[in-house]
């Protein structure tokens, strides 16, 4: 469970922490107040899955085989773990801004 930003209150499983968009930031259970992932922990988490996808196809071409490109699933699995579970929830946009 993770904790709300606003009362610190462990509310926010990793499931619907990872759902938990700027655009549509989820509302904590204790304390009713929303909370999303900042959006440059969004952004860096599919930049990465991006490149790392992208030199995955660049393998598939030069080795010529194309079970390299199963490598993108477990690739966005890692950029999903590091930059969007293990995030701090921000609690306003002034908190997203300011880190």
Same mark, same amino acid.
Request: hydrophobic share 55%.
């Given at each position: 469970?993770? @904790?709300? *930003?606003?009362?610190?209150? @462990? +509310?926010?499983?990793?499931?619907? $922490?990872?759902?938990?968009?700027?655009?549509? @930031?989820?509302?904590?259970?204790?304390?009713? $107040? *929303?909370?999303? %992932? *900042? /959006?440059?922990?969004?952004?860096? &988490?599919?930049?990465?899955?991006?490149?790392?996808?992208?030199? #995955?196809? &660049? +393998? +598939?071409?030069?080795?010529?085989?194309?079970?390299? #490109?199963? !490598?993108? %699933?477990?690739? &966005?699995?890692? &950029? %999903? =773990? /590091?930059?969007?579970?293990?995030? *701090?929830?921000? !609690? =306003?946009? =002034? =908190?997203? %801004?300011?880190?």
């Amino acid at each position: 469970m993770h @904790p709300c *930003p606003h009362c610190q209150q @462990p +509310t926010f499983s990793t499931a619907r $922490k990872v759902l938990l968009l700027w655009l549509r @930031p989820g509302l904590c259970s204790a304390c009713n $107040k *929303p909370a999303f %992932i *900042p /959006l440059r922990n969004v952004a860096i &988490a599919v930049f990465a899955w991006v490149i790392l996808s992208w030199l #995955l196809i &660049a +393998t +598939t071409f030069y080795m010529r085989n194309v079970l390299f #490109l199963l !490598g993108s %699933i477990p690739a &966005a699995m890692l &950029a %999903i =773990d /590091l930059w969007l579970v293990q995030a *701090p929830l921000a !609690g =306003d946009l =002034d =908190d997203d %801004i300011q880190h």
